[in-house]
């Protein structure tokens, strides 16, 4: 079992910066597969970033490319999402989620492990 605790969230202005941080607990992150979805108001919840484990393969949503960044910690059994140019679109809940997959899943049902959730909300 892996248990995921997300936080980082909060209100910033468009244009502004976050950095979400994924604490993972129970199992080492270094054998899984690390994403992050978000769901926004009234929308289903939908892949943002993941990050592969073993040779560390990374993929995004097009609207998100250039402006995230998801990288991991491994030593300290964590994962990040770097926010950056953010637009009022990006506001949503972001969840972190883990699977075995040895790719970079885009699949929300391939992931086995999920968080709780953070809130970011953009203004503009």
């Known amino acids: 079992q892996v248990q995921l605790v997300e936080s980082g969230g909060g209100l910033v202005q468009a244009g502004g910066s976050l950095r979400l941080s994924c604490a993972a607990s129970?199992?080492?992150?270094?054998?899984?597969?690390m994403g992050w979805f978000r769901q926004a108001p009234g929308k289903e919840r939908a892949f943002v970033a993941a990050?592969?484990?073993?040779?560390?393969?990374?993929s995004y949503i097009d609207s998100v490319k250039g402006r995230f960044t998801i990288s991991r910690d491994n030593a300290k059994n964590t994962v990040y999402l770097q926010m950056n140019s953010l637009k009022p679109e990006d506001t949503a809940v972001y969840y972190c989620?883990?699977?075995?997959?040895?790719?970079?899943?885009?699949?929300?049902?391939?992931?086995?492990?999920w968080g709780q959730g953070t809130q970011v909300t953009v203004s503009s």
């Open positions: 129970g199992r080492t992150i270094s054998s899984y597969t």
């Open positions: 989620a883990a699977t075995t997959d040895f790719r970079a899943s885009r699949l929300q049902y391939e992931y086995n492990y």
């Open positions: 990050n592969s484990w073993g040779i560390g393969t990374t």
